[in-house]
């Protein structure tokens, strides 16, 4: 029914039915990030306190038009930019450059996943993507230059990490990603582009001249087209 638009200008939306434009007049603020989810409308914001700089997420509500501020720092990680939301059934996952949150909506709850309590080989979270059995979340680099792909199970909670090292992933640093089917694509920092085989297990790597060096940032699969 409507697209939603993030800017520094606030959110605005697209009505598809009549084609028109509108501003949401109680999100004037400048916003980032932005996903939608059910009634909800997920976001990222800044807030600036005298020399402070507080990175944030806010939560409205399509229907009351009431919102609600969480300060990242509060809610279970230090004080860190959200680079990705993406909204999962009862749940709703958050990348940021210090690991990842989730949201529990059914508790009104947060949870934090890191490198103390996961394997992941840092915790520069770039994006997140899931589907009915597994939350998929792509690592950068830390000055190590070390990242890769996470699998986290729902069923039993266990996560993987797949490497250059362990398996056919073209490169360690995941910038973007996209479900398929069964199949996940990956966008890598350099490395080409990615199709894994959720089901089978098989890498495939995409790799023509254009994208040899390229810094993939972006993936939309779109029915027998991949953007």
């Not at 509500?61 to 930019?81: A, E, M, P």
């Not at 997140?128 to 699998?151: F, H, M, P, Q, T």
């Amino acid at each position: 029914e409507f697209i939603w638009i993030s800017s520094d200008k606030g959110v605005n939306k697209y009505d598809k039915r009549s084609g028109s434009f509108s501003r949401e007049e109680k999100l004037l603020d400048s916003t980032g990030k932005i996903d939608v989810d059910d009634d909800y409308i997920w976001f990222t914001k800044d807030y600036w306190i005298p020399n402070t700089h507080y990175y944030c997420l806010g939560r409205y509500n399509k229907i009351t038009g009431s919102s609600t501020t969480y300060f990242v720092k509060d809610i279970g990680l230090g004080n860190s930019r959200v680079s990705s939301i993406f909204p999962d059934d009862n749940y709703v996952w958050f990348g940021t450059r210090l690991g990842i949150l989730r949201y529990d909506k059914l508790n009104d709850l947060w949870a934090a996943f890191t490198t103390t309590n996961t394997p992941f080989p840092n915790n520069n979270i770039n994006c997140i993507a899931a589907d009915e059995r597994y939350v998929w979340v792509g690592i950068g680099s830390n000055y190590a230059g070390k990242g890769g792909l996470a699998r986290y199970d729902k069923t039993d909670g266990i996560w993987t990490i797949f490497t250059s090292e362990n398996s056919k992933l073209s490169g360690d640093v995941i910038n973007a990603m996209a479900n398929d089917g069964d199949y996940l694509w990956l966008g890598t920092n350099g490395g080409g582009l990615t199709q894994y085989n959720k089901i089978t297990g098989e890498w495939k790597i995409f790799n023509p001249f254009e994208l040899l060096y390229a810094e993939i940032s972006l993936i939309v699969a779109d029915g027998n087209y991949l953007w």
